[in-house]
């Protein structure tokens, strides 16, 4: 009986380290989310990399509006021809690849933890060539080197998990990297976009149960 007992205070210790060790991450707009975009040429270009630089998440074209992130194609409001072929205006074609990322960096907080990022997809209606994807990634201190997941953004929960390195010094994000051709501001809507907001609680999963079987109970009555 003894050695039984011991054997379950034991699982416990056990399952209350590795639970320790396990974080999950959301898309809150309260978090600290930063803007990073890399600019390509376009494929039929060669498709080398331009620059890259830290963008406000606005100029990313990815904003929040209460819990709800929306994600469009990139716009810039610069008609020149780098930009725009044969330049900037409506119906113009877009001439380089934006690579917009909107993420939360955390340095050593998320390290040598069983990481899960996970969100509500509401919709997604961007056409060919543009996609969106989930993303955590786990950068070395000089940031170097990384290793990562994504998962693409259909209607529906997504959840993806990475096991991150034990090292204060890395550098863990999460976020969204949406990847196309800019477009002149007026064309965007014909470009789509995705919505994405926070998975409810299990707290407010109960509740919405409760509150359907009140509302089930409720209609047999009547």
């Known amino acids: 009986m003894k050695s039984l007992i011991k054997n379950i205070a034991l699982c416990a210790l056990l399952g209350a380290a590795v639970s320790a060790k396990a974080v999950t991450v959301g898309v809150d707009p309260g978090a600290s989310w930063i803007g990073f975009m890399n600019v390509f040429s ?10 890259g630089s830290s963008w406000g998440t606005a100029d990313l074209c990815a904003t929040f509006s209460g819990p709800t992130l929306t994600l469009t194609p990139n716009t810039i409001n610069d ?4 930009w725009y072929l044969p330049s900037g205006g409506p119906g ?12 939360v960096e955390q340095l050593g907080t998320l390290s040598g933890q069983l990481v899960t990022f996970t969100g509500n997809v509401l919709a ?37 998990n990475l096991t991150t390195v034990n090292d204060p010094l890395r550098h863990v994000q999460y ?20 919505q994405i907001t926070a ?12 509150a359907s079987a009140a509302m089930l109970i409720l209609r047999r009555r009547k």
């Open 92 to 103: 113009a074609t877009g001439d380089k690849t934006m690579d917009a990322n909107m993420y």
């Open 124 to 160: 997604n209606t961007l056409v060919s060539p543009y996609t969106t994807v989930a993303f955590i990634k786990d950068f070395a201190p000089d940031y170097s080197s990384s290793v990562s997941v994504t998962a693409p953004l259909v209607n529906g929960v997504f959840s993806i």
């Open 42 to 51: 376009l494929p039929t270009d060669g498709g080398g990399y331009q620059f």
């Open 79 to 82: 008609p020149s021809s780098y």
């Open 175 to 194: 976020g969204f990297e949406t990847i196309g051709p800019d477009v002149w501001a007026t064309d965007v809507a014909a470009k789509g976009l995705v």
């Open 199 to 210: 998975v409810p609680e299990p707290a407010t999963f109960a509740l919405i149960g409760l």
